[in-house]
């Protein structure tokens, strides 16, 4: 079943933004620790942010490089992904985690995820 559910993917031209969202039922949203991932075809799942719910620093993956900020909302169990300055290797599926167990950039210490959501970016 689907446990987060996400919004805000499309269809964009490199260089430009999109925000990405992601809404949980309290129960998961509260969980500790809040990530997206993304999935070229071909291609493994790979870790962009993650987050944690008390707080402290993100965590992102070295091809954001800057770009990209993840952010969340308490009060709304929400979680967004900023992206800017898009390039056309950006173009996957992106997917919300939540429910960490192990290393943030691990898709398999994940528990609970959302249904996905394309991104294209075209040069």
């Known amino acids: 079943q689907v446990q987060l559910v996400e919004s805000g993917g499309g269809s964009v031209q490199a260089g430009g933004s999109l925000r990405l969202s992601c809404e949980a039922s309290?129960?998961?949203?509260?969980?500790?620790?809040m990530a997206w991932f993304r999935q070229a075809p071909g291609k493994e799942r790979e870790g962009v942010a993650a987050?944690?719910?008390?707080?402290?620093?993100?965590a992102y993956a070295d091809f954001v490089e800057g770009r990209f900020t993840i952010s969340r909302d308490n009060a709304k169990n929400t979680v967004w992904l900023e992206m800017n300055r898009l390039k056309s290797e950006d173009t996957a599926v992106y997917y919300c985690?939540?429910?960490?167990?192990?290393?943030?950039?691990?898709?398999?210490?994940?528990?609970?995820w959302g249904q996905g959501n394309q991104v294209t970016v075209s040069s």
């Open positions: 985690a939540a429910d960490l167990k192990g290393p943030w950039n691990r898709a398999s210490g994940y528990a609970y």
């Open positions: 309290e129960a998961i949203y509260n969980k500790n620790w």
């Open positions: 987050s944690y719910r008390r707080g402290g620093g993100p």
